[in-house]
């Protein structure tokens, strides 16, 4: 795979694997705002990143009903009206450090700061199918790809979603060309890439130039083998092969607190930042913080929500009576589920969510 010519990365990220490029901001500097400053959005590549011309580049859609379609990103921007939702973007390896202190895990090591809140402008994805004359069944999947960039485990970078979530008015799933109001930078995705709310990141495929509704999941390597809870029982590659495909690829993250920064603000009081996102059962309601392992809760001020797909912000200003000690926060949804004192192990360091900790 070639790097030469990979654009300029932002200088305000922690790398944490050179090449691909994946490095993420501190969850500190996070905290500090609603909508995540591009210097501060992580990147996660499994391949080189790559720079387009927009005025050239196209996708391909592969449907049964009519035959491919080629449309050109200016061609999708003035075909349809522009659509703008604000979405946390995230990887399922957030956290797989404080995982992978259980015990080892396959994967690059990140803290907690593989999350970005953004505006995402684009056209609706349902409005380009419900064009193409796609019909909603309850079978089919829309796989993306992007042959544009080479990848690490397979030919192409790729991943699927149900089709009835595609075509979901409320599930506002976009086919992006701006990131907070500016065009999509190269190590975004620009031209074009997916925006997915509510699922894992890796379903976000940056440079798409292909869309195909099809009866089965998306066959890539992305899809079918990583971004899998196996269970704990499965430790290496070797006795995750045969099982594999029994299991279900990711979608929703869990429901997730995460301490970003603690202040103090006299040796007895501390002021507390951080975020959450939720699961798939309702937003986040509140996030309690413990100085004591949870066995007393204080309630945190939420200072930011906005609809149904961002991340939430909190904040709190807290007495402590000891001059050291840890810190634990617990984010509650609104159809009651807790977030858990424990992660569950599993080998990719996937969909890590016991509670927040950090000491001070
Ligand atoms: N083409 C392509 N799309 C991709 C990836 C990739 O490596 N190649 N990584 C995925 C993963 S695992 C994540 S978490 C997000 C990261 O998006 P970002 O780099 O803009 O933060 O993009 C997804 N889309
Ligand atoms: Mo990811």
């Not at 190590?187 to 940056?206: C, D, I, N, S, T």
């Amino acid at each position: 795979m070639d790097f030469s010519t990979e654009p300029p990365h932002s200088d305000k990220l922690f790398i944490q694997a050179p090449q691909p490029f994946n490095a993420e901001p501190p969850a500190a500097s996070l905290v500090e705002f609603a909508y995540t400053p591009e210097e501060l959005v992580y990147c996660r590549n499994h391949g080189p990143v790559r720079e387009f011309v927009e005025d050239s580049y196209s996708i391909a859609i592969k449907s049964a009903v009519e035959k491919d379609i080629l449309m050109s990103v200016p061609q999708l921007k003035s075909s349809f009206p522009k659509a703008r939702v604000v979405a946390a973007l995230q990887c399922a390896g957030n956290r797989r450090n404080e995982m992978g202190a259980i015990k080892p895990v396959h994967g690059v090591g990140w803290n907690s700061g593989v999350i970005a809140n953004c505006s995402w402008g684009g056209v609706r994805l349902r409005d380009v199918l419900n064009h193409v004359g796609v019909q909603v069944d309850n079978q089919s999947h829309v796989c993306f790809a992007s042959f544009a960039t080479l990848c690490q485990d397979d030919k192409y970078y790729g991943a699927s979603i149900p089709l009835a979530k595609a075509l979901r008015m409320e599930d506002d799933v976009l086919l992006a060309y701006e990131m907070n109001d500016e065009p999509l930078s190269a190590e975004h995705g620009g031209p074009l890439r997916v925006v997915v709310p509510g699922y894992l990141g890796a379903r976000w495929v940056k440079w798409l130039d292909t869309i195909i509704i099809s009866p089965e999941e998306s066959p890539n390597y992305y899809q079918q083998r990583d971004y899998k809870v196996l269970p704990p029982e499965i430790e290496t590659k070797d006795q995750a092969r045969p099982v594999w495909a029994k299991f279900a690829s990711m979608t929703a993250l869990p429901l997730n607190s995460v301490i970003g920064s603690i202040f103090k603000v006299s040796p007895s009081r501390l002021h507390v930042k951080g975020y959450a996102t939720p699961g798939d059962c309702g937003n986040i309601a509140a996030i309690d913080i413990s100085t004591d392992s949870g066995v007393t809760w204080h309630p945190t001020r939420i200072t930011y929500q906005e609809g149904r797909w961002s991340w939430t912000l909190w904040e709190i200003e807290i007495q402590v009576s000891e001059p050291s000690g840890e810190l634990h926060s617990r984010a509650k949804d609104e159809a009651g589920n807790v977030q858990p004192r424990e992660g569950i192990w599993n080998m990719r360091g996937v969909a890590f969510n016991a509670w927040g900790t950090m000491k001070w």
